[in-house]
């Protein structure tokens, strides 16, 4: 059986491309962390397991995080998470972003959005249990602010 050259050509091609990627840098910096999230051991065990690969700079980064085009993914993932809350800055924000980030945090456990799904497939242990998650969503209404009553 004869190859065709072209695929011959092509397959070449796609290799070199897969390797000249290699060559593009990510940012797979860990920046200092400055404070951390104030909560109950139980809950900072759980948020470190499925939350802070993402949410914090205390991101482990795994061997395929080294890898184009995957760590481009990853790297942009993290950027992403940690944009929207970073628990390595939890005190640097006022009562009120901390009450509705809390309230966030309980909208997306409840409707199993956190972690994601396609995280939890190669991370196993970012898994919640029902026991986890009622912890973490008993956490996110305990420290939400009490309205204040209207007189």
Known sequence: MRIE???????????ALLLG????????????????VAAPAAV???????CFDCHSNETRWPWYSRIA????????HVREGR?????????T????????ILREIEKQISTDAMPP????LGHPE?????????????????????EEIQW
Request: net charge positive; proline share 7%; glycine share 4%.
């Open 21 to 36: 990627a290699q060559l593009v840098p990510v940012d797979r910096t860990n920046p200092p962390v400055q404070s951390t």
């Open 117 to 120: 799904r396609g995280y939890r």
């Open 83 to 91: 944009k929207d809350l970073n628990f390595s800055i939890w005190p």
């Open 93 to 100: 924000f006022d009562f009120t972003s901390q009450d509705l």
């Open 126 to 146: 970012a898994r919640l249990t029902d026991a986890e998650r009622q912890t973490l969503l008993a956490w996110t209404r305990e420290g939400q602010q009490e």
């Open 5 to 15: 050259p072209r695929l011959k050509w092509s397959a070449a091609l796609g290799v």
């Open 69 to 76: 085009p995957i760590s481009w993914w990853t790297a942009g």
């Open 44 to 50: 900072r065990t759980i948020l470190v397991k499925a």
